[in-house]
Structures are given as C-alpha cells and as structure tokens.
C-alpha cells in the first residue's frame, strides 16, 4: 500500500493511515502495531518516515511504547482526562481533526524561588530546571505552563530536544521517573499583560490559573508547575477515581 510521493509528507500520510485503521476498530486498545520493518514494507518508505510518523502518534497520545515490545494502541478512554490526571499537551484533544503544536519557550537550569524550593523539598544549593511551552490548537494559543523539575532528578535534561514531545513519557523512559499522584489547586484570575499577550487575549481577560504539585512512587515531588488555561475556548475535563 505505497503512498503518494506528489501529496504531502509521508510521514503524514502514514500517521493518518494508521489513525484510521485505529478509528476503524482495525487495531483495539493495548493492541501492538506493526513493526518498524513491516510497516516499511507495507507503505513502502524508509524508516525515518515510520519513526517520525510514530514519533508523532506518541506524542498525540495515540500510541505509546514499550521498551524491547514495540508500539501499542493508547485507550483514549483513558487519555480523556486534563486536570484531573497528569497535565497533558494533547490528550483532552484526542479524536477531534484538531492540529495542535506545543512550543518550547524555555528549557534551562535556575535557581529555584522560594515557594519552588518549598513545595519541590529542595536544599539551598538545589537547582531546578525550568522548562516553560505554550500549546496551540488550530493556531490559537489555549495553554501556558510553567514547568519545574528538580535538577537532580533530571540530568542533562536542559540538552534534550522537547520541542512537540511528551514530558512524562521523556521523564519515564529516559529517568526512570513516573507520576503517582498530585494536589492541585484551580481559581480564576484575570490575565496579566505578559500572559495575555502569549494567549493573545485582552489584558485582564478572566483565565483559569492551575497550579499543581506531582509526587512519584517515593512519596518525593518531581514536578511543580503553574498553568494558564483560555476557558473561552474549551472545557476542563474532570475524572475523579
């Protein structure tokens, strides 16, 4: 089944072929894609068009991998949720035509403020990495966060290439480190210039303000981050279990 060499990116036409087959009932929930060789085979391109196609589908939630096993089919049941689970660039959107592209504004070693230094249980020569992106949705700016990470926790993160890829997943398979539980707090709060302009809304605009703090499996902080949400533009999902 090649695709067409005069239409758009293969990569394109390939995630789009494999969405569809997932759409189609095709492939269920936890079901294992092709691999790498047999859907080279099957579309006829090279590896790099698979990867970056796959690459893409992970980040959209569709799909996610396991190390050694291949890639399997995400439960989108399961990626519904926004606020009430890990905060997510890109699974509230899940099942929609939506074109969403996440921007990295900044990814970088500080020193931690106070409050930051509190809720992460940091050290006073601790350090934090700041990694701050706005996500857009058919071209229009709907989320700011401000992400940190304890530094400790996450070498070498500041050199990673985070440009349209999954923080948990990079924090999962590359630092061993996963997301059990988190607190988080939720109020309105008219938008301040700087804010306003990344979301491109009128200074003062009532947004919703998500500040949260996320443990792993040791009871530790591993992320604080504080989020800026455009409610004129969707609803937050909530999914209490």
Not at 164 to 193: C, F, H, M, N
Request: proline share 5%.
């Amino acid at each position: 089944m090649p695709l067409d060499r005069n239409g758009p990116p293969l990569w394109v036409q390939l995630r789009d072929s494999l969405l569809a087959r997932i759409a189609d009932g095709g492939m269920p929930p936890h079901s294992r894609l092709p691999s790498e060789a047999e859907l080279c085979a099957e579309f006829g391109v090279s590896r790099t068009v698979v990867r970056e196609a796959l690459n893409q589908l992970v980040v959209d939630g569709r799909v996610y991998k396991l190390q050694g096993k291949g890639s399997f089919v995400s439960d989108t049941r399961e990626a519904q949720d926004f606020v009430g689970s890990n905060i997510s660039f890109s699974r509230d959107f899940l099942g929609r035509d939506d074109v969403i592209l996440r921007i990295v504004l900044s990814q970088r070693l500080r020193a931690p403020t106070d409050h930051e230094a509190e809720v992460l249980q940091l050290g006073p020569r601790d350090k934090v990495v700041e990694f701050d992106r706005l996500l857009m949705v058919d071209g229009v700016p709907r989320l700011m966060v401000y992400t940190q990470l304890r530094a400790a926790d996450v070498p070498g993160f500041t050199e990673l290439h985070m440009h349209d890829k999954s923080l948990y997943a990079t924090l999962s398979q590359r630092y061993g480190l996963s997301i059990r539980e988190a607190e988080r707090w939720i109020e309105a709060v008219p938008a301040r210039d700087d804010i306003a302009a990344m979301l491109r809304v009128a200074e003062g605009t009532p947004i919703l303000r998500i500040e949260s703090v996320s443990t792993g499996g040791n009871a530790v902080p591993v992320e604080h981050y504080i989020a800026y949400y455009r409610s004129d533009q969707a609803r937050l999902h909530f999914k209490i279990s």
